[in-house]
């Protein structure tokens, strides 16, 4: 059974670094698959954040682009989310996924099969 | 971007069958997938490839999608399906997953 875990601190600082990892068990994340961030603000709907495939090749969300790295530690089976200069806006439940990717001549399967229970992460001084 | 329109609320009653829609531009052309998220949970993937169930989703779980509009719907509703169900394709334009606003089915 796959199984996701969000870890990192709860509360950040406007202008600071948000730092979150999620540990994966029950999969090797060197095997396949992407692995991606989706968030949440309070009341609100998803919002993807970015992905990462195994061999390190990434992809972000343009509109956090500027502010966004996500690394992969195969040997821990760990991959991991950094945003900086974050603001009140960022203040949201933080989701770890494994993202199922196929492409067929074009038509692209891409979906969250496993997700992480989730983490509030809020900014405020 | 490509944007995926979902109506914010949808309402049924116990037994009867709920439909929740997800408008896009030619959205019949993509793989659409389904997620439910009950409050304080995680999304669950419900529907992938517009209309296949993960194993563990009730057949009463089905998808279709053509022209600008892809359809969940839900048979035989019953009081633990109320949850928000979001609509997810792949934004080939932009290659990204791009995620509709949600829909809150209530149960009446």
């Known amino acids: 059974q796959v199984q996701l875990q969000e870890s990192g601190p709860g509360l950040v600082k406007p202008s600071e670094t948000l730092s979150l990892t999620c540990t994966v068990s029950?999969?090797?994340?060197?095997?396949?698959?992407?692995w991606g961030w989706i968030r949440q603000p309070p009341g609100k709907g998803l919002e993807w954040i970015g992905s990462i495939y195994p061999s390190g090749s990434t992809y972000y969300n343009p509109s956090l682009k500027s502010r966004v790295t996500i690394s992969v530690d195969t040997s821990k089976n760990q991959f991991s989310l950094k945003l900086n200069s974050v603001t009140a806006a960022d203040t949201a439940v933080y989701y770890c996924?494994?993202?199922?990717?196929?492409?067929?001549?074009?038509?692209?399967?891409?979906?969250?099969?496993?997700w992480g229970q989730g983490t509030l992460v809020t900014v405020s001084s | 971007s490509y944007v995926l329109t979902q109506p914010p609320s949808v309402s049924v009653a116990p037994g009867k069958t709920a439909r929740v829609t997800c408008g896009g531009d030619n959205i019949g052309s993509k793989s659409v997938h389904w997620y439910q998220q009950k409050p304080g949970q995680a999304p669950v993937l419900v529907v992938y490839d517009d209309s296949d169930r993960p194993s563990g989703i009730p057949e009463r779980f089905s998808g279709s999608n053509s022209g600008n509009t892809a359809t969940l719907t839900i048979s035989r509703v019953e009081a633990g399906d109320e949850a928000a169900y979001y609509c997810q394709v792949w934004d080939s334009s932009s290659d990204h997953p791009v995620f509709g606003g949600g829909t809150k089915l209530t149960v009446l």
């Open positions: 029950g999969y090797s994340i060197s095997s396949g698959y992407y």
């Open positions: 996924a494994r993202a199922y990717y196929y492409d067929s001549s074009g038509y692209i399967e891409y979906y969250f099969d496993y």
